[in-house]
């Protein structure tokens, strides 16, 4: 899907907002700058977040609670992964989960929950393709 405004973005946020259930992660691939954490906000606001959703870039994750649903936002951009790593899959149960630069990680995701994968890409200064992936 190509977005070209907020209107657009607001529609793909809502087609995504189904899968936000407990042990569900969200996959977010994309360059610095293509619009994750921009993704995330919309998301987590769609969804019911009040707190400001900022990017956790320096303290790794953010964690938001609304009705019937503990939210993750994970930015693994400086994770080393490891037993570090491993200290944030705990976090991950019983919750749904949205994970920037997941491949620093270093944890298989699809072996304990549903994971589905968003990679976007600049296509112009305000420009961006999503696409959509079932992992699992």
């Known amino acids: 899907m190509i977005i070209k405004n907020f209107e ?15 042990n ?4 977010l691939n994309g360059e610095m700058g293509a619009g994750k954490t921009t993704f ?3 998301l987590l606001a769609a969804l ?10 320096f303290i790794i994750m ?5 009705p019937n649903l503990k939210i993750n936002h994970v930015d693994a951009y400086r994770l080393a992964g490891g037993e570090e790593s491993q200290m944030y899959l705990e976090q991950f149960f019983d919750a749904f989960s949205v994970i920037e630069w997941a491949q620093n990680l270093e944890i ?5 929950f549903k994971v589905i994968e968003i990679s976007i890409k600049i ?6 393709e999503f696409l959509i992936k079932e992992l699992n």
Not at 49 to 57: I, L, R
Not at 108 to 112: A, I, N
Request: proline share 4%; aromatic share 6%; hydrophobic share 35%.
């Open 24 to 27: 569900t992660c969200l996959i």
């Open 123 to 128: 296509l112009g200064e305000d420009i961006r």
């Open 48 to 57: 019911g977040v009040q707190e400001m959703v900022n990017s956790p870039t």
């Open 8 to 22: 657009q973005l607001d529609v793909l946020v809502d087609s995504i907002k189904p899968w936000a259930q407990k």
């Open 40 to 42: 995330t906000k919309n």
């Open 108 to 112: 298989d995701l699809q072996k304990y």
């Open 62 to 66: 953010n964690q938001y609670q609304i």
